[in-house]
DNA sequence: TGTATTGACCATCTTTGACTATTATATAGC
DNA sequence: GCTATATAATAGTCAAAGATGGTCAATACA
């Protein structure tokens, strides 16, 4: 079932295979894909937000531009503590599992460690109040995250 | 008479037999049967639940689906059931780390699988007073649970 | 009495459109 | 020429409508 929003995130990022940055007409694409100029705004917003890994620049007006640009982390070496800092002691469902999809496409965590990390933090599994679920979420994500960076480290041991 | 839930049960089974995962409209397969759409929930929660060996994963909204993953019993029937049970609505961190030791013995889990698990359910991460540290465990540790076999179905699937 | 069925109400995700904001370019006034 | 203003060409925001699936309690049926 290939949700019109689904195949613009599709079309993006084969766009982006080749280059870490692209740039697009906004129109232009909601053109091609016969939908309304917002539709573009919501793919970038649910799926290329920072926590994605992604950051927007864009401009209005004659010869406007929406740019899509992938964080570089390579070598980052405070890759975990951003992410935990961002977490902080409270966090939504969706925010987590923007971070859980950025860490796989960065092939720091497999698809299937992805899903249990979902599955961990999902409002099923956490259930309690709604205030109080955010915390306990940040609590069990920041702990898997530095469980995640650990296993990439043990990784690297093993491949030694 | 075969009732509509029989009637149900048999369609989905017979499609089914091709591929061990299928994907639905829940409203189609309503329609199909000129039934409530609820009427599929109910067949699926009571012939196609973890206990008879099925996963159901689903989606709202515009493109929504549910999904039906068999999940090939090898070696003991109802594996995952037993798990579930035996983690009921409350557990400590030692049972639910010696369950995490079993699945990693029998491969059904990896290293880095099993360590992403035991940050979820650690002490740590569920800061909360005793009394219910063990029943949100028990929540958390039964959602990873299902995905970790949901994994297995996935990866199954990859090998094809 | 236990299972099946329905319907009302809820939750989530997507799509659209009206209205707004910004920028480049053309035009007018000096 | 230079500046001010209008116009056109973009993109952004937000709330409403549309499209699904979920839950639960009341009711019907076997």
């Known amino acids: 079932m290939a949700q019109l929003s689904d195949s613009i995130e599709q079309f993006i990022?084969?766009?982006?295979?080749?280059?870490a940055h692209i740039e697009l007409r906004r129109n232009e694409l909601a053109q091609h894909f016969g939908c309304?100029?917002?539709?573009?705004n919501y793919v970038l917003a649910t799926r290329f937000s920072v926590d994605h890994g992604y950051i927007i620049e864009s401009r209005r007006g004659g010869g406007g531009y929406v740019r899509i640009v992938r964080m570089q982390t390579r070598g980052e070496p405070n890759f975990l503590e951003t992410l935990l800092n961002r977490v902080g002691n409270s966090v939504d469902e969706e925010t987590a599992c923007a971070i859980i999809s950025n860490?796989?496409?960065?092939k720091m965590i497999?698809?299937?460690?992805?899903g249990?990390?979902?599955?961990?933090?999902?409002?099923?599994?956490?259930?309690?109040?709604i205030s109080a679920k955010d915390v306990l979420r940040a609590a069990v994500f920041r702990n898997m995250?530095?469980?995640?960076?650990?296993?990439?480290?043990?990784?690297k041991r093993d491949d030694v």
């Open 145 to 155: 995250l530095v469980q995640a960076f650990k296993n990439l480290e043990e990784e």
């Open 110 to 114: 497999t698809r299937s460690e992805a």
């Open 116 to 129: 249990l990390m979902r599955a961990a933090v999902s409002r099923n599994a956490l259930a309690l109040p």
């Open 13 to 19: 990022k084969e766009l982006m295979q080749q280059d």
């Open 103 to 106: 860490l796989f496409e960065r």
């Open 36 to 40: 309304a100029p917002s539709q573009i």
